[in-house]
């Protein structure tokens, strides 16, 4: 049997019948990481879904109307009423005895904050919705102002440093583990750095009846400030750092973690980012928040177990999650 | 056939006449005995439909916006401070055409806190661009409902139907509740031209710019005027099919040599009907019973005041610093005619004050005064006030 390719690479990629719910010719800014988070989830959800849109920067960027980017049934509503408006095109479905399944997208302004009260309330009453949290770590769509998912000691536009502060002052909210407080039967991180992990994680959701969740952790060029074209790596180094775990809980447990071989120091993941470049002046607050957040990732790469056994070759970052048990999945 | 129903009890009954697909709705007084009994319905296997108690009426709003966008008849009712958390769903429904009917159990706002019946609640949505039918009482408000299905429906336009809350809500009055068939045959199942489908995917929602916003909103006022024509006809046919009317848009009631008319809306008329017959020494006058706020009937207006020289426009709100909600509209519609009655405007009956008979006659008597009376909150006593707030 020959192993010999007889076919180019990107002749097999235009050849390959992949949907995406996304076309080209969206607006969204170069190395746009909600974009590519977009492309991945409905690369493996199909066609057949129906997508509840929060106001933000996905709806800005795929609908200038009479322009839509969009291959699947899509609505936007409002900024706050995503996971409500998800929750009754569900119960239209149910009651029609149609079988599409319903999307949930939100940024994590519309997650966190504002649209928190709608989420909660969609996955108490056991909607059978995939909710979807594009997580870029603030209010990105109106021009960068801190958010309940910005960092501790980022900058943004409304959490800037000074003489008083340095930049946000509060820490980010831990949204995974509060929605996996409602016992869903999954909760998920992901992140763009990790396409086969990430579709994997869409996949397994979409077999689930009942209400499920993915955080993905999707860069902003514009807003965390780094070059467009290095949008993967800042997105890797957050989770090689253990500053974006990611993890899967079933029913509320932790089932599964994607384990880091080698930690790179937080300062790694930061120094790449305009948003933290305040942490890296001569100056005691700086030295101290920087400890702050390595002592943050150090937490997470304790509390979730993510440090790899260096001499298990399939212990590799990113080769695949760890399984503790739980739900088994193909 | 008649039964002594609590206005709420025929509601619920009415709603699954119509046979929605997706219920929502969070409670508040006093609208609460309507999904209680719809509830109630569902829980007997009476009524077949997805039951979503939501955390909130901001929910309640948006989950019958997706059900129905979806392709489903929805049903949701609410009061007070849930139409007002509601408020921005309601124009997102409006403006994004989509046809939902809501009851709304009329009840004052906070602060201060009330629980009583008063119209300011939906007059406060007013321009949210929904259809506001008003009624009566209990049979107009089962009427309304069905009908508010069918305009809905063909005019791609959000109903809310108005019933004062406690004075209809938790009255028992006898009322006839249709026929299945009957609600059947007026009724086709609801067919949604945008359904979101994904066999043909369509976006709902999208971001206009200034090129497109103002064609928007004209599409959307036209839209609003064209529905006063369906209207008419949802109960008209409705009259055919059940021999009762609930009188188009604004109708018309008294003697036609009556000078003097008195212009109200929702069940404040039932007050004034009876009055009529208490104090038949009062002057003679036409009673205008104004069903439709929005569309506002114009012309209907125009042709109902022929013959009036005072038209008195009793309302259950106000906008504070202003006057009137519905007295500046009649006066400025009336403005077109060559020789139009003046126009008094009062507001009564706010915060589920009662609306004592005898108010009837003190009323006619505006007309008697040298100047129209521009606006005052007719039943203050401002000897409870302190002098600087009189």
Known sequence: MSTETTISIAELRRKQPRFSAIESGHRACLGCGQALAVRLVTEATGPDIMIANATGCLEIFTTPWPESAWRVPWMHSLFENTGAIASGMEAALKAQGRSTKVLAFGGDGGTFDIGFQALSGMLERDHNVLYVCYDNEAYMNTGVQRSGSTPHAAMTNTSPPGRERMGKRHLKKDVINIVASHHIPYAATASVAYPSDLRKKVRRALAIEGPTFLQIHAPCPLGWGHDGAISISVARMAVESGMFPIIELERGELTGVMPIRKPIPVADYLRAQQRFRHLFADDSRAREELEHLQALADHNIEVYGLQADADDLRDTSGADTVRRGGMRWA | ?390
């Open chain 2, 1 to 390: 056939m008649l039964k002594a129903l609590e206005g709420s009890q025929a509601i619920a009954e009415t709603v699954a006449l119509c046979r929605p697909q997706v219920v929502a709705a969070y409670p508040i007084t006093p609208q609460t005995h309507i999904v209680e009994n719809i509830s109630k319905l569902v829980a007997n296997g009476q009524l077949h439909c997805e039951f979503v108690s939501v955390e909130s009426e901001f929910s309640a709003a948006s989950v019958v916006l997706g059900a129905a966008a979806a392709g489903s008849r929805t049903y949701t009712a609410t009061a007070s401070q849930g139409l007002l958390l509601m408020t921005e769903v309601l124009y997102n429904i409006a403006g994004s055409r989509i046809p939902v009917v809501m009851t709304c159990a009329n009840r004052a706002i906070s602060a201060p806190l009330s629980i009583w019946n008063d119209q300011q609640d939906s007059m406060a949505v007013r321009d949210a661009g929904w259809i506001q039918l008003y009624c009566a009482d209990n049979q107009e408000a089962v009427d309304t409902t069905i009908q508010a299905y069918r305009i809905a429906e063909q005019t791609e336009l959000p109903v809310m139907v108005c019933m004062d809350g406690f004075t209809l809500t938790h009255t028992l009055e006898p009322i006839d509740i249709p026929d299945q068939a009957l609600v059947d045959n007026y009724l086709p199942p609801y067919q949604f031209a945008r359904r979101l489908d994904a066999r043909q995917p369509i976006s709902i929602g999208t971001l206009l710019s200034p090129d497109f916003y103002p064609e928007a909103r004209h599409s959307h006022h036209q839209a609003l005027l064209n529905a006063a024509e369906r209207i008419i006809e949802a109960d008209q046919e409705w009259q055919a099919l059940s021999g009762r009317s609930c009188g188009g848009l604004l109708t018309v009631e008294g003697p036609d040599s009556a000078t003097i008319g008195v212009l109200t809306l929702g069940s404040v008329i039932g007050t004034f009907r009876e009055a009529v017959l208490e104090y038949p020494q009062a002057a003679a006058a036409k009673l205008l019973k104004l069903r439709s706020l929005r569309p506002f009937p114009i012309e209907a207006l125009q042709q109902a005041v022929a013959g009036l020289q005072d038209l008195i426009v009793v309302e259950r709100a106000l906008s504070p610093g202003g006057g009137g909600i519905v007295g500046p509209e009649v006066r400025a519609a009336l403005s077109e005619l060559p020789n139009p009655p003046r126009v008094h405007n009062i507001a009564v009956g706010l915060g589920g004050r009662d609306i004592p008979l005898d108010l009837y006659p003190r009323l006619l008597r505006l007309a008697e005064a040298p100047q129209p009376l521009r606006f005052a909150v007719f039943d203050a006593d401002c000897n409870k006030l302190a002098p600087e707030d009189r």
